[in-house]
């Protein structure tokens, strides 16, 4: 091999990568064995073991007889990730709420369009869904009361 001098830096290149997966594939089965809330503490005492004393052993037999259930559980883990962001993002969006009154004011504007409701029908519920999240909890007799100039509003001369 001392004749191709490039052809070793690829060989060295080639068992480095291995080396540096191999030890990606000790750690995540590793973090596997622990991450796992069927498995009790003996068993995971007893994976953790074969895996350190016998390493290429134990991953291999762990990954034969584990592995579709270590699949699941990483989908398990990037769902609950999942769920975790999207109500950080809700919370940090607009409160407890966020999107519920621009979803009822969609769903209100869909019921005008296909006619389900009339114009004077529709800014008589647009109203309500405004005042109810424009003034939150306390919102009290004021979202209860329908704009002036609309049926069940206060008098407009008055």
């Known amino acids: 091999m001392d004749d191709y001098p490039l052809l070793n830096v690829f060989l060295s290149m080639l068992w480095f990568f291995l080396w540096v997966m ?11 064995i622990f991450r796992d809330r069927t498995m009790g503490g003996w068993g995971k005492a007893g994976w953790l073991v074969f895996v350190l004393v016998l390493p290429y052993l134990g991953v291999f037999v ?3 007889a ?3 259930s270590m699949g699941e559980r990483d989908v398990e883990q990037l769902k609950e990730q999942d769920a975790a962001f ?3 993002v809700r919370k940090a969006a607009g409160g407890q709420g966020g999107g ?3 979803d009822e004011l969609h769903r209100l504007a869909a019921l005008k ?3 389900d409701i009339s114009p004077a029908e529709f800014e008589r519920a647009k109203a309500q869904v ?8 306390s919102a009290g007799a004021a979202g209860a009361t329908a ?5 069940g509003g206060p008098a407009q001369g008055v």
């Open 147 to 151: 704009p002036a100039g609309t049926p």
């Open 100 to 102: 519920s009154t621009v």
């Open 113 to 115: 369009d296909k006619g």
């Open 22 to 32: 191999w030890f990606f594939l000790l750690f995540k089965v590793c973090t596997d």
């Open 86 to 88: 999207r109500e950080y």
């Open 66 to 68: 584990r592995g579709r």
């Open 62 to 64: 762990y990954l034969i």
């Open 130 to 137: 405004l005042a109810g999240a424009g003034s939150g909890p």
